[in-house]
């Protein structure tokens, strides 16, 4: 395979890695509350929100949203396109660095490609910046280098116009990317001491700082303006704010960062390469998911290995013998100072959510892997121990896919649940959701979507206020919920909400196997999956909330996707609504149509419509029938006994028949 090949290379191995998948990728975490905003008030309210840290990012999703509008998969192919555009300026480095080594820098630039220890790549429309970073980020080190080499005057200057630009711009949209400078630093030092062996390091050193001043003038002045001129409104990007606690406590603080620092490294060199897999490893795969992806690992080891033999021994006899040593201290370097600003900012990479915090290290621990690995004399080990890390990175990444798709896959039938049994939700309510798929980290995790589907606009024409507010359920929160404490405004970036905690509705699916349930707080039977913190404050909920006669536009299918099948949640949903509505004989009739189906409930607490249904029309034969799944559920019986002999729409004659049924053992 010639030189001119291995870009294909690169493109059609991280297409196995992250393609496979990427239709089914949607909105995570961040994503809500950037889409529901700029679909509520337009890109305009970009430039509000990126204000407090990163004003840059604006221009970016303002493009970004301008092209794309709602649709995720216009953002993931981007991202996809800039990693591998990313890879493409790391692998003109290398070959700059060491243009004998077509085949280390080639293994090198894929495993930067395909590093498997950043798995949120699916997490596109909020990480874009990431990878815009990255790509211009390294693109601007290549540029610099080429510029260096070029002997022609006029391209040497073209060369620096435009490295000194994108690095003038990548910082911008990731701060902490800042150790890209020592590897942009470390490469000119390297190139330098070859220039002259006689040459002492110190002079080198000078040498190679006044080149690497001229081309770092636009990441100086960012870091001057970033962190000495520009306020930060946001603690985790505000440089002052972080060393405060190293100056209060400079021994505590130095050796906790030192402790952490080492932690990263290790995590990034060794556990990289295994650790990953098993975070996603515990999916359960269908026979077609295990069929496809052992094609795929096939295909893809099948081509590296051809590459392998394609290339010719040119690593013995040239001059740069000693590349690997050139290479390990290169690479381990750039591993430690591309943690450095993240122990700095007290935050701490890993396999989970801050996996974006290994980004900036990554071309480091890769370089520091190829080069250990070409210190390996025998051929054979050395590729089968490729193959494996390869093998390892695919599906890692294909598995990855699979996980962000089937939980993007659960919000979206989540939802859809929710628009089958809510009609309208009233302006003002907050809802306190439990996903079984994800925990609920922020209130927008909730806010956003429900927005999206019952109220798209914002209630106010000059800013992002959203009609439906979202509650985090915890400890501190179910307290103000039981004591009736009065909302709280929350102003984050510049989106207005309000934690509310005297006028809630809950909305849960206790677990995977459940279907969503809307609890009622006058009768709060819930399932036995239930979580504690719900049960708490379950009778809190308040169904008025929903405005039975005014009915939501459909879900969009850009966010939420196509509807799902009407299995039996879609018939329990139905027949949830029809119940608050007092339509009983409606209620039996669902139910026989999902009998007639082939469709059952699988938690118990789903039959409780049905069994409501059933005792307030006398129909006790149907009702002994629903009674015999619910009594399977021991603490769902025990609910029913307490809580429905209360209900003031039972006559006596059946809460007679409540407490025969369900109370007596």
Known sequence: MRKNHIPLLLIFISAIAYLP????????????????????????????????????????????????????????????????????????????????????TALAALFF????????TPNAIDYEEKFVGLFLGHLSVALSIKAVLTEKRSYKII??????????????????????????????????????????????????????????????????WRFFIFDSQRKATDLGAQLSEFIESPLLVGINWTINLAKDVFEGLVLTWGYPLTTVWDISLRLREIFFA?????????????????QKNIEENHPESNWQTEAIWIGLICTITGFIPVIISNRQADFYSYS???????????????????????KKIRNVILYGLIGIALLTHHLNGIHWARSNQAMQNF???????????????TLVVNYSHTAVEEDYFIWGPANLIYHPQSMDSQRVEPAIW????????????????????????SIITYLGY?????????????????????????????????????????????????????PSNLVFGSEPPHDWCFYYQTASLAFQRGEYETVLDINQKAKRAGFSAQDPVEWMPFLQSAILLEDYEQANEMARFIKKDSFLQLQVCNFLPQNSAFNEEMKDFIRKTFCIN
């Open 21 to 104: 998948s990427i239709h089914q990728f949607g909105y995570y975490r961040d994503d809500w509350y950037l889409m529901y905003s700029a679909n509520a008030l337009g890109v305009s309210t970009f430039e509000g929100i990126f204000a407090i840290d990163r004003p840059v990012r604006t221009i970016l999703m303002t493009i970004l949203y301008s092209m794309f509008g709602l649709e995720p998969l216009g953002y993931n192919i981007f991202a996809y396109v800039l990693r591998v555009l990313g890879s493409f300026s790391f692998l003109w480095t290398l070959q700059m660095l060491w243009p004998q080594r077509k085949t280390a």
């Open 356 to 378: 974006r915090y290994m980004l900036p290290s990554s071309s480091g621990i890769v370089l520091v892997m190829v080069a250990f690995l070409f210190q390996l004399r025998l």
């Open 113 to 120: 490609l395909i590093y498997p220890g950043f798995l949120s």
């Open 502 to 554: 005297d006028n809630i509705l809950i909305i849960t699916q206790p677990s995977l196997s459940s279907c969503v349930q809307v609890i009622d707080g006058n009768m709060p039977i819930v399932s036995a999956y239930e979580q504690y913190d719900i049960q708490m404050v379950a009778s809190e909920s308040n169904q008025n909330n929903i405005l039975l006669d005014v009915n939501h536009a459909p």
């Open 415 to 429: 939802w859809w649940q929710v628009s089958w049994r809510i009609p309208q939700i009233k302006e003002n309510t």
């Open 159 to 224: 060369l620096w116009v435009t490295s000194v630009f994108c690095g003038s711009i990548y910082l911008t949209f990731v701060e902490y990317y800042l150790g890209l400078e020592v590897f942009r630093f470390l490469a000119f030092l390297l190139l330098v001491v070859r220039s002259s062996s006689d040459q002492k390091f110190f002079q080198a050193f000078l040498i190679a700082l006044r080149s690497w001043i001229p081309f770092s003038i636009g990441s100086l002045a960012f870091f001057i």
């Open 294 to 310: 052992g094609i795929l690992l096939s295909v893809g080891i099948a081509v590296i290995s051809f590459f392998l033999r394609s």
């Open 470 to 493: 979202g509650l985090v359920l915890n400890r501190e929160s179910a307290v103000s919920i039981l004591n009736h404490a009065k909302p709280s405004f929350v102003n984050r970036r």
